[in-house]
């Protein structure tokens, strides 16, 4: 909300993207996904209840990295949120929990001293990197290469930007 004077900006973008010509296949696309029309929807659904069914018979420590024990469910679900809770139980995903809002709560706190005058480059840095996790984040509701093991360097560059955004706070 700092930069409302780009709102008109991204309007224009955003009905641009909706009725240019070599856009519909996407808005059609998108649109399927929304009303549950889409293949890929389907099965994300199964996926997240088989996710749910994982997490609710093994709900306090998961059923760890290697597999599921059972034959009947599965450990791989296309939501980061669900996969942690799946891989390390509900006790992990309160610990998960509990380090992002420990970050976004340290820079709620200090946010003063980035909107000080001649501050402006820390500021847009600080930001950014915010801007960066809260991006990560919201990803990770679709998507689970920010806790895959097969996808180390995503999962490095998640913590790489957590613990940016954490010295960023704490230089400012």
């Given at each position: 909300?700092?930069?409302?004077?780009?709102?008109?900006?991204?309007?224009?973008?955003?009905?641009?993207?909706?009725?240019?010509?070599?856009?519909?296949?996407?808005?059609?696309?998108?649109?399927?996904?929304?009303?549950?029309?889409?293949?890929?929807?389907?099965?994300?659904?199964?996926?997240?209840?088989?996710?749910?069914?994982?997490?609710?018979?093994?709900?306090?420590?998961?059923?760890?990295?290697?597999?599921?024990?059972?034959?009947?469910?599965?450990?791989?679900?296309?939501?980061?949120?669900?996969?942690?809770?799946?891989?390390?139980?509900?006790?992990?995903?309160?610990?998960f929990?509990?380090?992002?809002?420990?970050?976004?709560?340290?820079?709620?706190?200090?946010?003063?001293?980035?909107?000080?005058?001649?501050?402006?480059?820390?500021?847009?840095?600080?930001?950014?990197?915010?801007?960066?996790?809260?991006?990560?984040?919201?990803?990770?509701?679709?998507?689970?290469?920010?806790?895959n093991?097969?996808?180390?360097h995503?999962?490095?560059?998640?913590w790489?930007?957590?613990?940016?955004?954490?010295?960023a706070?704490?230089?400012?």
């Amino acid at each position: 909300m700092r930069y409302r004077r780009l709102i008109p900006y991204m309007a224009v973008a955003g009905l641009l993207i909706l009725f240019l010509p070599f856009m519909q296949e996407y808005v059609a696309r998108f649109t399927a996904g929304f009303l549950n029309q889409d293949l890929a929807t389907q099965m994300r659904w199964g996926e997240y209840k088989d996710a749910l069914t994982l997490i609710g018979r093994y709900p306090i420590f998961g059923v760890g990295f290697a597999g599921t024990p059972d034959i009947d469910i599965y450990l791989a679900v296309a939501n980061v949120y669900l996969t942690i809770a799946g891989a390390m139980g509900l006790v992990g995903l309160l610990a998960f929990t509990a380090v992002i809002v420990t970050v976004f709560g340290y820079a709620f706190n200090h946010r003063h001293y980035f909107k000080q005058d001649g501050n402006e480059q820390a500021d847009a840095v600080w930001l950014g990197l915010h801007a960066a996790l809260v991006g990560g984040l919201a990803a990770g509701v679709f998507d689970h290469y920010l806790f895959n093991l097969e996808f180390q360097h995503a999962v490095a560059i998640f913590w790489l930007f957590v613990g940016l955004a954490v010295s960023a706070t704490r230089l400012g």
